[in-house]
């Protein structure tokens, strides 16, 4: 098993950056393809971006292509999602997910962890 913690949100005016950790607990931190998820107030959950193990593979939703950009530290266990030109709309509780042995996914529902989420607010 393991346990995710987000961490890195905040307050942050439109056009601004922020930078998201997801710190996991246990040695097989390499072995999980890694997510990011948020949800906004009213809104179902939705992917935010993917990676497999070594950070390699990728994938991104459209809305933030361009702008985040996923990586990790096997070595530190931790995953990030870079945030730049961050938008009103980007606004939600952001997710950090992983899923065993497997390649990155958009589906939430392949997802056995999560974290306990982090809140980020983009100011107009």
């Known amino acids: 098993q393991v346990q995710l913690v987000e961490s890195g949100g905040g307050l942050v005016q439109a056009g601004g950056s922020l930078r998201l950790s997801c710190a996991a607990s246990?040695?097989?931190?390499?072995?999980?393809?890694m997510g990011w998820f948020r949800q906004a107030p009213g809104k179902e959950r939705e992917f935010v971006a993917s990676?497999?193990?070594?950070?390699?593979?990728?994938i991104y939703a459209d809305s933030v292509k361009g702008r985040f950009t996923i990586s990790r530290d096997n070595a530190k266990n931790t995953m990030y999602l870079q945030m730049n030109s961050l938008k009103p709309e980007d606004t939600a509780v952001y997710y950090c997910?992983?899923?065993?042995?497997?390649?990155?996914?958009?589906?939430?529902?392949?997802?056995?962890?999560w974290g306990q989420g982090t809140q980020v607010t983009v100011s107009s």
């Open positions: 997910s992983g899923r065993y042995y497997s390649s990155p996914s958009t589906r939430s529902g392949d997802y056995t962890y």
């Open positions: 990676c497999n193990w070594d950070g390699g593979s990728t």
């Open positions: 246990g040695r097989t931190f390499r072995s999980y393809a």
